[in-house]
């Protein structure tokens, strides 16, 4: 039996440079992921962490397992449960696993496939599915005509 995954690929009209920051810089993310930004140093086994819009409020956290830039990130990625603060090392085994690969296409653009695995059930898919359909898409939009809407649809 296959593991649950959440799988979404897409081209965006974008450079590898302009698609990579976007993806790793909190001052980019906040301006299509609903505010929030991330955190890293993007060197395997660092952390990566997810702040709630302005705050310092640490709402999602997990540690770096790969970043060949610009063609792949990939990182493990779980809610921070109440009462931690979130600087701690994430328990791996509640997190699940966010991989991104990146490949440039030809006539221009980048070819996006996000895939969220490690799912603790086929349940999750669609659950996991609406939480990233609208950040990919204002992802995309910010890239293409830089037109990011915020909050992003649905998460107002």
Same mark, same amino acid.
């Given at each position: 039996?296959?593991?649950?995954?959440?799988?979404?690929?897409? !081209?965006?009209? @974008?450079?590898?440079? $302009?698609?990579?920051?976007?993806?790793?810089?909190?001052?980019?993310?906040?301006?299509?992921? &609903?505010?929030? $930004?991330?955190?890293?140093?993007?060197?395997?086994? #660092?952390?990566? $962490?997810?702040?709630?819009? &302005?705050?310092?409020?640490?709402?999602?956290?997990?540690?770096?397992?790969e970043a060949d830039e610009p063609r *792949?990130?990939?990182?493990?990625? *779980?809610?921070?449960?109440?009462?931690?603060?979130?600087?701690?090392?994430?328990? !791996?085994? /509640? /997190? @699940?696993?966010? #991989?991104?690969?990146?490949?440039?296409?030809?006539g221009g653009g980048m070819r996006l496939?996000?895939?969220?695995?490690?799912?603790? &059930?086929? #349940?999750?898919?669609?659950?996991?599915? /609406?939480?990233?359909?609208?950040?990919?898409?204002?992802?995309?939009?910010?890239?293409?005509?830089?037109?990011?809407?915020?909050?992003?649809?649905?998460? #107002?």
């Amino acid at each position: 039996m296959t593991e649950p995954e959440f799988v979404h690929e897409t !081209e965006i009209a @974008t450079s590898p440079l $302009r698609l990579w920051e976007a993806l790793t810089e909190g001052d980019v993310t906040r301006r299509y992921w &609903s505010g929030r $930004r991330l955190e890293s140093t993007w060197v395997p086994g #660092s952390p990566i $962490r997810f702040y709630d819009g &302005s705050s310092e409020t640490i709402t999602h956290h997990g540690v770096v397992l790969e970043a060949d830039e610009p063609r *792949r990130l990939s990182y493990t990625f *779980r809610e921070v449960p109440e009462g931690e603060d979130g600087l701690t090392d994430p328990q !791996e085994d /509640a /997190a @699940t696993r966010v #991989s991104v690969d990146l490949d440039q296409i030809s006539g221009g653009g980048m070819r996006l496939r996000l895939t969220h695995d490690r799912l603790a &059930s086929p #349940s999750e898919v669609d659950a996991v599915g /609406a939480e990233w359909a609208p950040v990919l898409t204002n992802l995309q939009s910010l890239l293409e005509n830089d037109n990011a809407q915020y909050p992003a649809p649905g998460n #107002s």
